[in-house]
């Protein structure tokens, strides 16, 4: 067994820009097969900064406070690619997206959120990325062929490749 206060734990964003509170807690709990997350945003504050699937891990966000909305996209290798819904999930609800579905979550609200985020298996080695708000059009597409998305290169976090065409992207910072 193994226990820690989550207080103790540093606060570790992906991008300031992004969210300030993200505090990974599978390291300090020792888990091998889980990954766990706590965020806290604050209004306009986003989990991630994409729309994106895991295609190799489920995700599920437990809301704890306030109210988190997530931005839906179509599921990889689905048909109907250009969906996109929205769907809000309340104090105490909980939403799970499994592997390939394309989500973005975020504070869309006037009250902070506090949320859990976990995915299983614990690390994701295949992240699709669909969209990427803050861009001029914000897609991520192929340029090469006709897919919507792009997987994250193991190599370079600013690279994308083409899953169907092996096409690279690579984005301006």
């Known amino acids: 067994m193994r226990r820690i206060a989550i207080d103790d734990v540093d606060s570790d964003p992906d991008d300031e820009a992004l969210h300030a509170d993200r505090r990974a807690l599978a390291d300090p709990l020792g888990t091998d097969h889980l990954a766990i997350t706590r965020y806290v945003l604050e209004p ?24 988190a909305t997530f931005e839906l996209g179509a599921a990889v290798g ?5 969906r996109v819904d929205e769907v809000t999930v309340a104090e105490g609800e909980v939403v799970r997206f499994a592997p390939g579905e394309f989500q973005s979550g975020r504070n869309a609200g ?14 994701s080695k295949d992240v699709r990325i669909a969209r990427i708000p803050g861009l001029d059009d914000g897609n991520i597409a192929c340029p090469d062929c006709d897919c919507d998305h792009m997987r994250l290169s193991r190599t370079d976090e600013t690279d994308f490749e083409c899953p169907d065409c092996e096409a690279t992207l690579v984005l301006e910072e």
Do not use: C, I, N, W
């Open 78 to 82: 689905d048909e109907a690619t250009e």
């Open 44 to 67: 306009g504050e986003r989990f991630s900064g994409s729309v994106h699937a895991h295609t190799d891990q489920e995700e599920v966000f437990v809301v704890l406070e306030g109210e």
């Open 110 to 123: 006037d009250d902070r959120v506090v949320a859990l985020a976990l995915g299983a298996p614990r690390d």
